[in-house]
C-alpha cells in the first residue's frame, strides 16, 4: 500500500501538535507558579498579564509576554491579536492587585473568546493566592508539579 507522507515543518520527535493543543490542562509546573506570584507582587499595584504555554501533555510548562500587553491600574489589556501563532499557547495569566481571585466580567469575557485556562493571582502574592478556571469561568484545580 502506497504511504503518503506529506511534508511537515515539524519533527516528528516533537510529537503530535493536534494532540498537544487540545489536551485537558491538569498540571503547572511550580516554577511558572512561582514567577507569576512574583510578576504579580514586582508590578503590584498595576496588573500583570502573560499567556500560558503548554510543551508537555496536561501541562503548563512556562509563561509568554505578550507583546504590547500593558499593565494598567484597572485591568491588563490583553493583545490578544499580537499572540504568536503557536499552538503550544493555551491560555492566559493575569494579575488582581486587590487581591480578588474570581473572573470579573471583562475577564469571563476574556475566558469565553480564547484559550482553555486561565490563572488569576492575587495580592498578596502568597504561594496559594491563585486560581484557575476554564474557558467558562469554572475554577479547575491543577496539581504544583516539578
Ligand atoms: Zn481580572
Do not use: C
Request: glycine share 8%.
Amino acid at each position: 500500500m502506497p504511504f503518503f507522507r506529506p511534508k511537515r515543518r515539524r519533527k516528528e520527535s516533537e510529537g503530535a501538535p493536534g494532540h498537544l493543543s487540545t489536551h485537558t490542562i491538569r498540571k503547572v509546573k511550580r516554577h511558572v507558579v512561582e514567577s507569576i506570584l512574583a510578576s504579580g507582587s514586582s508590578t503590584y499595584p498595576n496588573e500583570f498579564g502573560a499567556a500560558l504555554r503548554s510543551e508537555e501533555v496536561e501541562t503548563i510548562t512556562d509563561i509568554l509576554l505578550i507583546p504590547g500587553t500593558t499593565a494598567g491600574k484597572r485591568h491588563a489589556n490583553f493583545q490578544l491579536y499580537m499572540l504568536p501563532v503557536d499552538l503550544t499557547v493555551v491560555g492566559t495569566v493575569h494579575s488582581h492587585p486587590s487581591g480578588a481571585l474570581h473572573p470579573s466580567e471583562a475577564d469571563l469575557t476574556l475566558f469565553r473568546a480564547w484559550g482553555r485556562i486561565h490563572i488569576i493571582v492575587g495580592a498578596p502574592f502568597r504561594e496559594y493566592n491563585w486560581r484557575a478556571y476554564t474557558n467558562l469561568g469554572e475554577e479547575v484545580t491543577l496539581s504544583v508539579v516539578d
